[in-house]
C-alpha cells in the first residue's frame, strides 16, 4: 500500500498555503500507488485548523501536544521517526519553508530515508516515485527518481501548485503524542514581527523594483527619477535588500512582502521563484533585463530585453515630457 | 571558538545561457564564470566576525576542483586560519545527502563549537545539506538564520521565515547554523591578508584521506537517481516591444501613458 503522508504547517494559528497546495498533488500520487493521502496535523488546540483541512477530502491525523505550540526541529524529528515507523508512508511530505528545511534533511540522515528538496512536481511513472525540481536559478529542470526504499522523503515548494478547491468531508483522527523525552538543546524564544518602514508596499499603486542588475548604489539616482516622475515607491529583490540599496522592509518575495500594485516595473531582477511569488499578483507587469531567457519575463506583460541603463533613463525623459 | 565554514564553487547562472550536454544528465559549465556560493560569502563573514569577537580559529572546508583554490584563498585572505578541500569524482554531488556525509567525514575527529554553512547553493537550490551535516555529526543545528549573537555554551540565534517574519531561538553549542544573505556586510579581501592567504595551509585530501568509504557516499548509495535534466521553455504571453534602446523606452512611455496606468 503506498499511502502519502502530507505534514501541514502552521504559524501563528494560520495554515500555511502550501498545506493546501500539497493537497492538488498527494492524492493523486496515492491513488497512483494505490494508497491514500492522510494529512497530518502537529498542535496544540488544532480543531479549528483539522476542520479546514477535513474539506477536502482527507483522513487528517491530528497529534494535540503543548510541545507543539511552537515549532521546534528537534521535537518535530523526534515525533516524525516513530509515526514514520509507525504509518510507514511511501512518501512522506512537507512544505520546502523554514520549518520544512530545518528538520527533513536531519530526520532522512536519521531513518537512513532518501530525500528530494525542493520538489515542484512529484508523480508515479514507470512504477517510480519521481520529482522535478529546478536548478541554475530556474534555467535548468531535473526529474528526479526515488529508488526502492521504506518511505521517500520529499519537501515540497510553497507556490508551485495551486491549492485545490474543497471537495468532500473526510475524517479526523486523533492520535498521541509519541514525544517523550523533554527536549533541551533547541529552545524557541520569540516571534520578531517584520520591521515597519517609511513607506509600506503593499499598499502602493505603482512600484518600481530594482535588482542585481543596478550594480552599484550610485546608480541609485537613475531609478528615483523615474519613480519621481511617476509617483511610484522604491521596492525590489533580496539582492537589492542585502547589498543595502534599499531598506530590508521594500523586500518583495517570500522573505519579504507580497505586493499587489496596478503596475509593476522589474529592471535587473532575474525573477527568481522567491521573487515570483511576492509580485504576480501585481495587474500590470513591465520587465526590463538584458538576459531574453530571465524568468521575470514568464510573468510579465510587457518585456524589454536590454539593458537598463540604456533604456531606464529615455523612459523617465519621455514619461516626463508625456505628463507635460 | 572554534569553527568550520563550508564553501562552495559555484557558476554564475544569473546572466548565462545553461546549455547542456549531448548525455542530457551534465551542463555545458566551460563558458560560466564560477565563484563562492552568496550565502556562503556571508557565512565567511560571519565566522571571521566571530573570531575577531570571541578568539579562535576558523577552518575552510571545501569539496571542488583545483580550480576552487582561488575562492579558497579569498576566504582565507578575509581572515579563515587555514583551509581543506575535498577532491574526489567517487561521491554523488546530486544528492546533499551524500555531500553532508562528505563534509562530516572532514570534520570528524577535529574539535569544534561551530560549523557555518550556506542555507542554500545557487546552483542546485537543494537548503539541505546544513541541517543533514548537523545530524550525521550528532550535533544541534539551526537553519535559515541571520543574525547570530554567542551566549556561554549556546547561540541566540535569528531564524528567518516567511513574510519577514523571524523566530528567535537557543541552540547549544556545538551546532552547525545556516546562513542566510543579508546577516552582515562581506569584507573586501585587504591586500595585506591576499598576500598572507598565500602562506596559510590548504590541506588537499581525497575521501580515503579523510576515512570515509567512497562506496557509502557515491551514485549507489544515494536513494536517488537523475534521471534528466531539461531546459524549461519561458512561456511568455509578455509583448515585445523592439528596437533601439530608445525607441522601446519610447514604445513603453506611450504603453503606460494612453494605457491609464499611471
Ligand atoms: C530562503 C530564501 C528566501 C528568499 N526570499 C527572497 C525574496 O523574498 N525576494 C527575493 O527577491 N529573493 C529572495 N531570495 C533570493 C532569490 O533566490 C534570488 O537570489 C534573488 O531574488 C535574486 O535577485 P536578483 O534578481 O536581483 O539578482 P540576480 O538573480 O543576480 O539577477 C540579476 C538580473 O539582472 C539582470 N541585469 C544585469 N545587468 C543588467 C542591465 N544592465 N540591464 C538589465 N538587466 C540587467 C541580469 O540579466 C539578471 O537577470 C530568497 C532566497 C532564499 C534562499
Ligand atoms: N561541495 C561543497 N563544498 C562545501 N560546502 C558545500 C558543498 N555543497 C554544499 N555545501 C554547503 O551546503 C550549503 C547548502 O547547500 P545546498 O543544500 O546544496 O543548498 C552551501 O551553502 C554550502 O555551505
Known amino acids: ?324 | 571558538m572554534k569553527t568550520f565554514v563550508c564553501i562552495k564553487y559555484v557558476p554564475d547562472t544569473s546572466e548565462a545561457e545553461v546549455k547542456l550536454n549531448p548525455d542530457g544528465l551534465t551542463v555545458d559549465d566551460s563558458r560560466f564564470s564560477f565563484d563562492i556560493n552568496d550565502a556562503d560569502n556571508y557565512a565567511v563573514e560571519e565566522s571571521v566576525q566571530i573570531k575577531e569577537a570571541q578568539g579562535g580559529e576558523v577552518t575552510v572546508l571545501s569539496i571542488g576542483p583545483k580550480k576552487s583554490e582561488v575562492m579558497i584563498r579569498m576566504a582565507l585572505a578575509k581572515g579563515c586560519d587555514k583551509a581543506m578541500r575535498v577532491e574526489d569524482e567517487r561521491m554523488y554531488g546530486h544528492d546533499p545527502l551524500m555531500v553532508a556525509k562528505v563534509l562530516a567525514g572532514a570534520i570528524k575527529g577535529q574539535e569544534f563549537d561551530l560549523v557555518l554553512t550556506g542555507c542554500m547553493a545557487s546552483d542546485d537550490w537543494h537548503m539541505s545539506t546544513g541541517v543533514a551535516l548537523a545530524e550525521e555529526l550528532g550535533v544541534n543545528h539551526a537553519s535559515m538564520v541571520n543574525k547570530v549573537e554567542v551566549l556561554d555554551g549556546k547561540v541566540k540565534v535569528n531564524r528567518e521565515l516567511e513574510g519577514g517574519l523571524l523566530e528567535s531561538v537557543e541552540v547549544e553549542l556545538p551546532a552547525v547554523l545556516t546562513i542566510q544573505t543579508g546577516i552582515n556586510e562581506p569584507r573586501y579581501a585587504p591586500i595585506k591578508g591576499i598576500r598572507m592567504a598565500q602562506k596559510k595551509e590548504l590541506n588537499v585530501v581525497s575521501l580515503d584521506d579523510i576515512g570515509v568509504d567512497p562506496a557509502a557516499v557515491g551514485a549507489d548509495a544515494s536513494g536517488i537517481e537523475l534521471e534528466k535534466l531539461y531546459i524549461p521553455e519561458v512561456v511568455s504571453t509578455a509583448e515585445y516591444l523592439e528596437g533601439e534602446p530608445e525607441e522601446k523606452a519610447e514604445k513603453l512611455a506611450t504603453i503606460l501613458h494612453k494605457g491609464g496606468l499611471l
Open chain 1, 1 to 324: 500500500m503506498g499511502n502519502v503522508l502530507v505534514l501541514a504547517e502552521h504559524r501563528q494559528g494560520a495554515l500555511r498555503d502550501v498545506s493546501f497546495e500539497m493537497l492538488a498533488v498527494a492524492p493523486k500520487l496515492a491513488e497512483g500507488m494505490g494508497g491514500e493521502a492522510v494529512v497530518l496535523l502537529f498542535g496544540s488546540g488544532m480543531d479549528d485548523l483539522a476542520k479546514k483541512i477535513v474539506n477536502y477530502g482527507v483522513k487528517v491525523m491530528v497529534v494535540d501536544d503543548p510541545v507543539f505550540e511552537n515549532f521546534n526541529a528537534e521535537i518535530y524529528q523526534q515525533a516524525l521517526s516513530a509515526l514514520l515507523d509507525d504509518l510507514k508512508p511511501k512518501v512522506f511530505m512537507t512544505g520546502h519553508t523554514a520549518q520544512g528545511v530545518d528538520f527533513m534533511p536531519a530526520l532522512a540522515i536519521e531513518k537512513k530515508l532518501p530525500l528530494v528538496a525542493d520538489a515542484v512536481g512529484l508523480a508515479f511513472e514507470d512504477g517510480k516515485v519521481k520529482a522535478t525540481r529546478q536548478l541554475y536559478s530556474g534555467k535548468l529542470n531535473a526529474v528526479v527518481a526515488f529508488k526502492e526504499a521504506d518511505t521517500y522523503l520529499v519537501t515540497f515548494r510553497e507556490g508551485a501548485v495551486e491549492a485545490p478547491d474543497p471537495s468532500s468531508a473526510g475524517s479526523v483522527e486523533k492520535v498521541d503524542s509519541p514525544v517523550k523525552e523533554e527536549v533541551s538543546y533547541r529552545k524557541f524564544v520569540e516571534y520578531i514581527e517584520a520591521e515597519v518602514g517609511d513607506v509600506d508596499i503593499t499598499q502602493s499603486d505603482i512600484l518600481v523594483a530594482i535588482g542585481r542588475g543596478l550594480k552599484e548604489d550610485k546608480n541609485l539616482p537613475l531609478v528615483e527619477d523615474l519613480a519621481a516622475a511617476i509617483k511610484a515607491d522604491i521596492a525590489g529583490s533580496r539582492a537589492a535588500t542585502d547589498a543595502g540599496w534599499i531598506p530590508h522592509d521594500r523586500q518583495v518575495g517570500t522573505s519579504g512582502k507580497a505586493v499587489k500594485p496596478k503596475l509593476y516595473i522589474a529592471m535587473g531582477i532575474s525573477g527568481a521563484f522567491q521573487h515570483l511569488a511576492g509580485m504576480k499578483g501585481a495587474k500590470t507587469i513591465v520587465a526590463i533585463n538584458k538576459d531574453p531567457e530571465a524568468p521575470i519575463f514568464s510573468v510579465a506583460d510587457y518585456a524589454i530585453v536590454d539593458d537598463m541603463f540604456k533604456v531606464v533613463p529615455k523612459l523617465t525623459e519621455k514619461l516626463k515630457e508625456l505628463k507635460g
